[in-house]
């Protein structure tokens, strides 16, 4: 809420207590930074915040031979998370770039991470189809897959029992996603729902025009208003 306090303790642990540590540490560096990324994301400043992930932990780790840490795994996610509001933020969309998100993001296997850090990973996974969700339904695409995708991590961590409540600030980030995804379910059902409607609205009217005039050139033309009939919609599943 104190966005100048908070950018003074963002300072301090850049400018102090970061080079004071060995980047070899993943551990180390991750649980001092993790905060500082989500703060700079939460008040728009998310370039700053990929260039502090990437200098100080990812780039060390491949460079300097980092040690082993379950935080590896959300190394992708975050940097992925940070790529994509960039591109919202600056209004600058790499659609290679979002395909590659969205391939990475819809796969299972991606999303397995270690018990502690399971909230953490799941949150940032299920803000990055918030998003994705978003800019699909902009660019007139489906985003059924990234919406149910976004759900079933989110689900996870919103409704999980969190007794010590050490993983709050994810569980109401994770909240603030999944408001966002029912938000767009809800207005993809009424978008599809209108365009069930014209559909049978546009069929019946084939059927009378083809009854009062038999079709072209006076012929009957059953096949045809029989194949409108049975056009499937875009979210018809064929059983």
């Known amino acids: 809420g104190n966005q100048p306090a908070a950018e003074q303790q963002i300072k301090v642990v850049v400018s102090k207590l970061l080079p004071q540590c060995d980047l070899r540490d993943v551990d180390l560096v991750m649980e001092l930074i993790f ?5 700079l994301k939460s008040i728009g400043q998310a370039r700053h915040a990929e260039t502090i992930l990437f200098n100080n932990a990812i780039n060390p780790y491949h460079d300097l031979g980092g040690s082993s840490s379950s935080w590896i795994r959300l190394f992708n996610p975050i940097a992925y998370l940070f790529e994509i509001i960039k591109m ?19 796969d299972p296997e991606r999303s397995i991470f ?4 399971q909230y953490k990973g799941y949150a940032l996974v299920g803000e990055i189809c918030s998003h994705l969700a978003r800019i699909k339904i902009e660019k ?3 985003p059924e897959m990234v919406l149910e995708r976004g759900r079933m991590v989110l689900t996870r ?18 909240r603030l996603a999944l408001e966002n995804i029912s938000e767009m379910e809800d207005t993809s059902e009424v978008d599809n729902s209108r365009s069930s409607d014209q559909e049978g609205l546009k069929t019946n009217a084939d059927v009378l025009e083809s009854g009062a005039n038999g ?5 009957s033309n059953k096949n045809r208003t029989a194949g409108a009939r049975n056009k499937c919609s875009p979210n ?3 059983q």
Request: net charge negative.
């Open 215 to 219: 079709g072209p050139n006076g012929k």
């Open 236 to 238: 018809c599943v064929i």
């Open 114 to 117: 270690s018990s502690d850090l």
């Open 140 to 142: 007139d695409e489906d």
């Open 157 to 174: 961590v919103v409704y999980a029992v969190d007794d010590d409540k050490s993983d709050a600030y994810m569980v109401q980030m994770a």
């Open 35 to 39: 905060p500082v990324l989500l703060v």
């Open 88 to 106: 919202i933020e600056e209004d600058d969309r790499d659609d290679q770039m979002l395909s590659e998100i969205e391939d990475w993001v819809t």
